[in-house]
């Protein structure tokens, strides 16, 4: 359970590695997944940045993809429809550049059928505000939220947090207080890789956001302590391979995980990491899913 929402199962593909859902459906069972979040959608189409994109790094993954999307009316029109034909859980991920484009475009997604929740990427830089990012202040991000909840009337509204921050804590606290559903930690972490002989980065972008196992330990420590300071469920998200992974987010406090970068390599390991993860509680004889959520977090204040 996040809130309100029940999932068959606490995984769930992360955004901007699974497309609309509808690319993976050959590969993939969707109904077998605890669902999946769309990848970023905006007020208007966009091109995104230029390649190349993605550049592997030692245990993890640089991506500088710009938030290429088809625009919100679009996915209502020609995605949407066809995600109705499967019974997985649509989590639709939200992004802008100012606050009237988040709440526009949960507008235009409340008029359709098929979502069961709204996931808010405050990570994106607020043009209104000299380019800084929603995230990284709490005031910014109780205003953005704000204006989301009162757009969101049919469905829970998730907030994708940011890791680049000083206190993960004092924007989880105002994001729950302007009305957050419940919370995605974290993000990527801003990085990047060059090339020396020729001077020039690795992707098509000069920077890029890091990705995959290297990142697992800072984002479990992000977990516990959102955990610690907000009531809302909290979604883990940082370098997921594996069942034990899963049960380590669960244990300081994430109650479902989203599997991203991990993805990319093998389409097919949400439903793996499912099958380890059912054998693992199974073996343990001791705990379930549920009494396993927050254990670490709990015995460890």
């Known amino acids: 359970m996040i809130g309100a929402l ?8 992360a955004s901007g590695t699974f497309g609309y859902g509808l690319e993976f459906s050959s590969l993939v069972d969707l109904n077998s997944i605890g669902g999946f979040v769309t990848k970023g959608l905006s007020r208007e189409p966009i091109e995104g940045a230029p390649g190349p994109r993605l550049f592997v790094t030692p245990s993890g993954m640089l991506n500088a993809v710009g938030l290429q999307n088809i625009g919100v009316r679009a996915f209502v029109a020609e995605k949407l429809p066809l995600l109705r034909k499967f019974d997985t859980t649509v989590i639709a991920n939200v992004f802008g550049y100012a606050v009237e484009d988040y709440a526009e475009v949960i507008r235009v997604l409340e008029d359709a059928e098929g979502l069961a929740a709204y996931e808010l990427n405050i990570s994106c830089p607020n043009v209104q505000k000299g380019g800084m990012q929603f995230g990284g202040d709490p005031g910014l991000a109780a205003e953005v939220i704000g204006m989301a909840r009162k757009a969101a009337v049919r469905r829970p509204l998730w907030v994708k947090l940011s890791p680049l921050v000083t206190d993960i804590t004092l924007i989880a606290r105002a994001a729950e207080e302007a009305g957050a559903d419940a919370f995605t930690v974290a993000n990527t972490y801003p990085a990047m890789a060059v090339d020396s002989q020729n001077a020039t980065s690795r992707l098509g972008s000069s920077t890029g956001g890091l990705s995959g196992p290297a990142i ?17 469920p909290i979604i883990g998200l940082g370098g997921i391979e594996t069942a034990q992974d899963v049960l380590e987010y669960l244990s300081v406090g994430a ?3 989203q599997v991203g970068t991990a993805m990319f390599a093998d389409p097919t390991v949400v439903e793996c ?4 993860l059912s054998t693992a509680v199974s073996e343990g004889k001791r705990f379930t899913i ?8 709990r015995e460890n204040r």
């Open 290 to 297: 549920n009494e396993m959520s927050g254990r670490f977090a």
């Open 255 to 257: 109650a479902a995980v």
């Open 273 to 276: 990491i499912l099958g380890g």
């Open 216 to 232: 697992k330990p800072i984002t479990l420590r992000l977990v516990w302590e959102t955990y610690k300071a907000v009531k809302s």
């Open 6 to 13: 029940r999932l068959r199962n606490p995984i769930l593909a």
